[in-house]
């Protein structure tokens, strides 16, 4: 009888100090290796525990540079939007839904235990840093929308995913890209004028958007450029005033089949010129109003945002370049799929 | 005896007179704003030009007349119109200052539609598939609200309670609605929630007017039965008046007004539930005047209001659902301690 009780307690001793030992290795293996400080949007300088395994991401702006780094299998949770998405719904496979990017499911992110948690700068607010901190979970804010920011952005996901030499792919098309487009319009005498209007009617995009960005980077002059607000309302007689050389407007139209979605941006840009007055608009008599889906305006494909732009203003310097098919090329290099939509109107070169 | 009458008699018409003067003056004060409104823009045409170009066409400045900024005075014409109207007469038959389009819910339902139309895509695209989205949701709230009084037991206070519960509901729908928008989208019905007279057009205009304005004499011609529903019900019925049917009407018609004065332009709080307060101290309760005064009074504001939205910070523009309260809000406060006698 004594000895079943000694051996039961020698086992029980050995199981007590057996699992001690696993839960300090484990322990150990959950120790970073070491950690790297990088600079997020807001500014700040955040430690990111390395390596990082599995990743929550509130931007689907990120989800984009984190497929072009091919670091999806790191992808744990989704924004909800991205399931509707066309051009993700494919892609995201059963990856978790964790929300709206401004209104995360707190609860499932933590269940998901990622490393790092990806939002934008200022969405949702701080409780976001506050309540991710007792789940041991970093968040770093990149937005990834602003052509300003967007290679430095990319760098910085870059290492935190161990992916520098992919980031630093990404980045030099990107360089190079912008580059072709400026060296064209560098030394143009005369920056024509260029009416943004944003997804909203009659609601501009001045200084601060990343629409404004796009126009300057374009070689464009944007006659909102005194605004002091980045979404504001303006009037169809300021714009008749300023007489624009071009029109450019945001579409929420995401650029899918091309028959749709070119049928849907020509009926915005038929609105467009049909306006009261607009008529005797410079950009419209020429017929210089375009049209431009939500895939390329801001975010990572800003750029070819930038060179349908550059061609729309400076037609003779960019005779023969098609944007679109820059558009394909960055779509089968970096994110792995044909690219056959539009994300334009009119399209370049006509109907294809 | 007859000298007594005759006293009283010669007071009422001196009254009416008065009356009469005030609608006058009223009137001439939103031609007035109209004016100012027709002079100022960023196109700087001034005074002379701008009225010039009215008669005369002059290019450019005849068709930023004609076509930009005329359609924006008819159309805060219109709105301010429908929108105190519409206040004055939900007031008028729920015997309760505090109805208004807004607190019976009916811009909010009005709301929700635009809304949903905006998520759901099509509305993007067509102006007029929110219009009628928002005109087929206030509809739909005054039908609630109409189930409501008809219900056994049911007062002037259950109605405002119903009213104040739809209000809660849509505005609910609305924010589920932007909650599963994306990004775009929300700053759509952000801006659609602030309302703008940028958008419209002469053809906007004329289906805004219809429904506003149609309504206008059935309403004028229920004048004296809201004076008696003003009393109470039961010397409204012992002097004829059928009061559940005039109820209804009532309803049914302020809510077509109230949506054809929200659906193209979007939310412009305020006004329906400022201007029948402030036409109340003016010319008091007679509802044969009442009605043109808030009308003249809420056509007035909205004109003010998208003159100094334009012009304050131009070329930006502040959106006239801002500056309405920012202009009505005072005006009320300085009203309320300048009066000498209680006015509901």
Known sequence: MYRNVGRLIAVLLFLFFAGGVAQDLLANDNVPAHTVVVTDARGRSVHVPLPVARLVLLNSDALEVVSALGAMNMVAGVPQTVAEDPFWKNRVGEMQAVGRWNEPNYEVIATLSPSAVIAYAHQPGDELERKMASFGITVVRLDFYRISTLKREVETLGRILEREEAASRLVEWYRRAELSIVERVRDCPV?????????????????????????????????????????SEITGEWVLSQQPDVIVKAANIIGGKLSDTSRRLSELRNRITQRPAWERLRAVRQDRVYVMANDIWTGPRAIIGVAHMAAWMYPERFRGNDPEELHRRYCKDFQGVIYEGCCVYPIPGGVR | MAGETGTLIRRYRRLNARKLFVLVALFAIMIGFALVGLTQGSANLGWKGAIESLWRNTGDAHAIIWNLRLPRIAMAVVAGWGLALAGTVFQAILRNPLASPYTLGIASSAGFGAVAAIVTGTGFYNEYVIAGNAFLCALFSSFLILGVARMKGSTTETLVLAGIAIMFLFSSLSSLFQYMGTKEEVHAIVFWFFGSLSKVGWKEIGMASAMVFVPCPFIYRMSLDFNLLAVDDESAVSMGVNIGKTRIVALVLASLITA??????????????????????????????????????????????????????????????IVTSFIGVPFLFYLLMRRRKEYW
Do not use: K
């Not at chain 1, 944003?198 to 450029?225: F, K, Q, V």
């Not at chain 2, 979007?266 to 509802?287: C, N, Q, T, W």
């Open chain 2, 260 to 321: 054809g004065a929200i659906c193209f332009i979007g939310v412009i709080g305020f006004i329906g539930l400022v201007s029948p307060h402030i036409a109340r101290m003016i010319v008091g309760g007679d509802h044969r005047y009442l009605f043109p005064t808030a009308a003249l009074l809420g056509s007035s504001l909205v004109l003010a209001a998208d003159t100094v939205g334009r012009t304050l910070w131009a070329p930006q523009v502040i959106p006239i659902g």
């Open chain 1, 191 to 231: 920056r024509p004028s260029v009416y943004i209007e944003s997804y909203s009617d009659y609601h501009t995009a001045g200084p601060g958007s990343g629409a404004h960005e796009m126009c300057i980077l374009a070689g464009g002059r944007n006659i909102a450029e005194n605004f002091t607000i980045p979404y």
